[in-house]
């Protein structure tokens, strides 16, 4: 296979989605007797047929999680660079057409950002811009590392899908993860949410994390929209992409995340509703079918729901998160690219998690790897 979406053409979205719904509390139980898991094992796990087994399903990530990570969760936070965006998206408060105000950092305020984050102690930030190539372009971007790369350990970016030659450019600078969300793997509605503009072809979108992976990219992060689609059967074929990566690109790391759709100006409502429970599902189901893979949480996602799924599987989470360029010391009541729900400082976080009888972690995984296994002997 040249890339994945080889793989992607093989299968049928309606097809894939009939098989998650046939699934039985049988194929749920024989997923749940396994000590490895496979895709189809991965679908009873997400079915309908699994909720009434959600506290085995539970017991068992908390276990896996812990025998893997330790008692750690990683610290990390978004820094906005920029809302500057030519796509149009549905769901998006920085689509092209929405009448905002538009804010781009100078070297100056990414500086001042810099500064705040730093004195709450993260040393792992997310660059996060708008797709606007000729205003937040590579050269940008490079210079945007540059910039912060004296001050942090670990450089994530969350922008435009670029080439593999540019992100190798990145990759000198500093870069050491990209997180690149296909949105839905649903071909007709991605079309729908994504008339105009770049993020419009659904294939290149498709082979950016190949891209990456021949880029050599230290970590690789996928996901969808929990809410444009059905969210089992986006699922799925975020796992079949995941599988595939860590076949071919065995020697770069993976993450998952799981934002749900928020409220915007101007927002799109959910297709399809997911509840806590249905969440907490699908991170348990993700953990089981891979020992290795890192499982993020935005503020996104309520004090509540967050307080109760640290021990359920998630490796990595944010807070106090600000989703608009320059929103934590520049300017703070500029528009947001989103709605947060955890609106807790970074101590509040960091209390809860030591209260659970974790440690938050503030640099990379790999690079607390001693860390993390001494972590695990103290804890027999």
Same mark, same amino acid.
């Given at each position: %296979?040249?890339?994945?979406?080889?793989?992607?053409?093989?299968?049928?979205? $309606?097809?894939?989605?009939?098989?998650?719904?046939?699934?039985?509390?049988?194929?749920?139980?024989?997923?749940?007797?396994?000590?490895?898991?496979?895709?189809?094992? *991965?679908?009873?796990?997400?079915?309908?047929?699994?909720?009434?087994?959600?506290?085995? %399903?539970?017991?068992?990530?908390?276990?896996?999680?812990?025998?893997?990570?330790?008692?750690?969760?990683? %610290?990390?936070?978004?820094?906005?660079?920029?809302?500057?965006?030519?796509?149009?998206?549905?769901?998006?408060?920085?689509?092209?057409?929405?009448?905002?105000?538009?804010?781009?950092?100078?070297?100056?305020?990414?500086?001042?950002?810099?500064?705040?984050?730093?004195?709450?102690?993260?040393?792992?930030?997310?660059?996060?811009?708008?797709?606007?190539?000729?205003?937040?372009?590579?050269?940008?971007?490079?210079?945007?590392?540059?910039?912060?790369?004296?001050?942090?350990?670990?450089?994530?970016?969350?922008?435009?899908?670029?080439?593999?030659?540019?992100?190798?450019?990145?990759?000198?600078?500093?870069?050491?993860?990209?997180?690149?969300?296909?949105?839905?793997?649903?071909?007709?509605?991605?079309?729908?949410?994504?008339?105009?503009?770049?993020?419009? $072809?659904?294939?290149?979108?498709?082979?950016?994390?190949?891209?990456?992976?021949?880029?050599?990219?230290?970590?690789?992060?996928?996901?969808?929209?929990?809410?444009?689609?059905?969210?089992?059967?986006?699922? *799925? *074929?975020?796992?079949?992409?995941?599988?595939?990566?860590?076949?071919?690109?065995?020697?770069?790391?993976?993450?998952?995340?799981?934002?749900?759709?928020?409220?915007?100006?101007?927002?799109?409502?959910?297709?399809?509703?997911? $509840?806590?429970?249905?969440?907490?599902?699908?991170?348990?189901?993700?953990?089981?079918?891979?020992?290795?893979?890192?499982?993020?949480?935005?503020?996104?996602?309520?004090?509540?729901?967050?307080?109760?799924?640290?021990?359920?599987?998630?490796?990595?989470?944010?807070?106090?998160?600000?989703?608009?360029?320059?929103?934590?010391?520049?300017?703070?009541?500029?528009?947001?690219? *989103?709605?947060?729900?955890?609106?807790?400082?970074?101590?509040?976080?960091?209390?809860?998690?030591?209260?659970?009888?974790?440690?938050?972690?503030?640099?990379?995984?790999?690079?607390?790897?001693?860390?993390?296994?001494?972590?695990?002997?103290?804890?027999?």
């Amino acid at each position: %296979m040249n890339n994945f979406q080889e793989i992607f053409d093989s299968y049928c979205w $309606n097809e894939v989605k009939g098989s998650i719904y046939a699934k039985t509390a049988r194929d749920v139980e024989l997923a749940l007797n396994k000590s490895k898991r496979d895709l189809e094992d *991965f679908k009873a796990l997400i079915s309908p047929a699994a909720a009434p087994y959600l506290e085995s %399903m539970a017991l068992l990530s908390h276990r896996i999680t812990q025998k893997r990570f330790g008692k750690t969760i990683q %610290m990390y936070i978004p820094m906005y660079l920029s809302n500057e965006c030519n796509n149009i998206c549905t769901y998006c408060g920085f689509s092209f057409t929405n009448q905002i105000p538009r804010k781009t950092l100078t070297d100056q305020e990414i500086l001042q950002e810099v500064t705040y984050i730093k004195s709450k102690g993260y040393d792992n930030i997310l660059l996060v811009t708008g797709e606007a190539n000729h205003t937040v372009g590579v050269s940008y971007l490079k210079n945007a590392l540059k910039q912060v790369y004296p001050y942090f350990s670990h450089l994530s970016l969350e922008a435009q899908p670029l080439e593999q030659n540019e992100y190798e450019c990145l990759i000198e600078e500093g870069l050491n993860t990209v997180l690149v969300y296909q949105e839905t793997y649903h071909r007709e509605d991605y079309k729908k949410h994504h008339p105009k503009g770049k993020k419009s $072809n659904f294939h290149y979108r498709l082979d950016t994390p190949d891209r990456l992976g021949k880029a050599g990219i230290h970590k690789i992060g996928l996901g969808t929209l929990i809410g444009l689609e059905d969210w089992r059967t986006d699922s *799925f *074929f975020t796992a079949l992409h995941l599988r595939y990566l860590e076949k071919r690109y065995w020697q770069t790391k993976y993450s998952i995340s799981f934002p749900r759709l928020r409220p915007f100006s101007g927002g799109l409502a959910p297709k399809v509703e997911m $509840n806590d429970r249905e969440l907490t599902q699908l991170i348990c189901a993700y953990r089981l079918l891979n020992e290795e893979v890192e499982l993020s949480l935005s503020t996104r996602e309520s004090e509540n729901f967050r307080n109760n799924i640290i021990k359920l599987g998630i490796t990595s989470i944010s807070a106090e998160s600000k989703t608009n360029p320059g929103g934590y010391v520049v300017e703070k009541q500029s528009l947001q690219q *989103f709605e947060i729900s955890d609106e807790r400082e970074t101590q509040e976080i960091v209390e809860v998690i030591r209260q659970q009888g974790y440690e938050p972690l503030w640099k990379d995984w790999d690079r607390s790897y001693t860390l993390v296994s001494s972590q695990r002997l103290n804890d027999g």
